[in-house]
């Protein structure tokens, strides 16, 4: 299978910027996401990465380098409410097959 | 309703026991996916549907069944479960799927179904 590495917990402080960082193998990359999951909620979509670069949306911006096998998703101005796990998610296709492998998850805590 | 919705929210049952698990999107979406979701283990994704017809399966074991009748509805029927299986299981849909979708990739889950085998 493909292994999709990324922190298992992290502490920022409220205000504060975090990087989460995820790290995955090469071979039929299709695009990289990043969800967030609060605790006991279903995963929502906080951004899709295909090309190199950054790419920002408000606060959250993501990152990747397809060379590398690298990303990161960047939080800024951190509040309370960021705390959450935040998933890594990395697409493998071709020749018709499609596979989706997620990584354990970072989960985030934003203290005062 | 908006979204994806899922039911039951909860279900407990026996390892003899045969349920079934609905899924329902008001997205208008052409892909939908079965996820399963356990304590300290990574999102896995277990059934891949596009357009009612089945694309992936991540070598997921015959007691759980698929069954995607249209592009709006998706079941997991389940049979002879182990405890193991206990977990949340999640439905998703996205606009479309790769290789042969564009930029759809976005996929919206729902609340998910807490299930415990007994």
């Known amino acids: 299978g493909q292994n999709i590495d990324q922190p298992t917990e992290m502490t920022a402080t409220e205000g504060a910027i975090v990087q989460i960082n995820c790290t995955y193998q090469?071979?039929?990359?299709?695009?990289l996401f990043w969800y967030q999951q609060h605790a006991g909620e279903a995963p929502t979509f906080l951004s899709y990465?295909?090309?190199?670069g950054l790419e920002e949306k408000g606060r959250f911006s993501s990152f990747l380098s397809r060379s590398k096998g690298y990303s990161y998703l960047l939080l800024k101005e951190l509040q309370m409410k960021d705390s959450a796990s935040y998933l890594c998610a990395v697409v493998y296709s071709g020749a018709g097959s499609y596979q989706l492998t997620f990584g354990k998850g970072t989960k985030l805590s934003v203290i005062p | 309703e908006t979204g994806v919705t899922q039911t039951p929210r909860h279900l407990v049952m026996g390892m003899t026991n045969k349920k079934s698990l609905k899924c329902e999107q008001h997205?208008?979406?052409?892909?939908m996916y079965w996820y399963k979701q356990s304590a300290k283990k990574p999102l896995e994704l277990m059934f891949v549907?596009?357009?009612?017809?089945?694309?992936e399966n991540n070598s997921v074991p015959s007691r759980f069944s698929p069954e995607c009748p249209n592009s709006s509805h998706l079941f997991l029927h389940l049979h002879t479960l182990q405890p193991e299986d206990s977990a949340l299981y999640l439905c998703a849909s996205s606009q479309d799927t790769p290789p042969r979708g564009g930029m759809g990739y976005e996929q919206f889950f729902g609340p998910g179904t807490r299930l415990t085998v007994l």
């Open positions: 549907y596009s357009l009612e017809e089945r694309v």
């Open positions: 090469t071979s039929g990359f299709n695009g």
């Open positions: 997205l208008g979406h052409n892909a």
């Open positions: 990465n295909v090309l190199d």
